[in-house]
Structure formats: C-alpha cells, structure tokens
C-alpha cells in the first residue's frame, strides 16, 4: 500500500515562502502523475500543481509564477515551492498520486498552510 507523507506547513506573512515535502513509501516512477492539491475552510478541494510523467506541469491560474512543483525520482519525493504567498493561499494542502490518467488514487493526510495579513 503506497502511502504519502506531507510536511512543510506552517504559519508565515503574507509575501514570504514555504516549501512543502511529499514523501512516498514506494517508486514515484510508477506514478502516472504527482499532484498538490488544497482545500480552504468551506471550499472545494481544488487542484494546485500537477507533473504527468514525461515532464508535462499544470498550475492552476490562482498560483502561476509562484509555485513551483517538482518530483525526485531519486529520493521518491514531490516538493511544492511556494514563493509570494497571499491570504488567499491558507489551506490544508494534500499529496496525490496515480498510477493512470483516472483519478488520483492515493492521498497524503494533509498539512496546513496559514498565511497571515
């Protein structure tokens, strides 16, 4: 059973930096494609960042240009680098990964992300 391990959060001002951890138990070359997600209180889960295999990366308009994801198929890890943070960015932030093109089939538990004003 792959399991995934988020770490990183934390509380930070409005304009500085956060990097967030993804540790996987397994290969994350077996992955089809790793991904950041996050959910504010009463909102919908949306995603954040996504690398398919190949190298293709996806952002959500919300955080393009200052987040950055990447994946270490060495140390099986997928890193969230967030630059710039806004209120509006304050989340628990998730950990995905699936094996296909159909929904994400494994989930980290979560790490929150509080950015004060």
């Known amino acids: 059973q792959v399991q995934l391990v988020e770490s990183g959060g934390g509380l930070v001002q409005a304009g500085g930096s956060l990097r967030l951890s993804c540790a996987a138990s397994?290969?994350?070359?077996?992955?089809?494609?790793m991904a950041w997600y996050r959910q504010a209180p009463g909102k919908q889960r949306e995603l954040v960042a996504a690398e398919i295999i190949g190298g293709t990366i996806s952002y959500a308009d919300s955080v393009k240009g200052r987040f950055t994801i990447s994946r270490d198929n060495v140390k099986n890890t997928v890193t969230l680098q967030m630059n710039s943070l806004k209120p509006e960015d304050t989340a628990v932030y998730y950990c995905?990964?699936?094996?296909?093109?159909?929904?994400?089939?494994?989930w980290g538990q979560g790490t929150q992300v509080t950015v004060s004003a």
């Open positions: 397994g290969s994350t070359r077996s992955f089809y494609a």
């Open positions: 995905a990964a699936k094996r296909s093109f159909m929904n994400y089939d494994y």
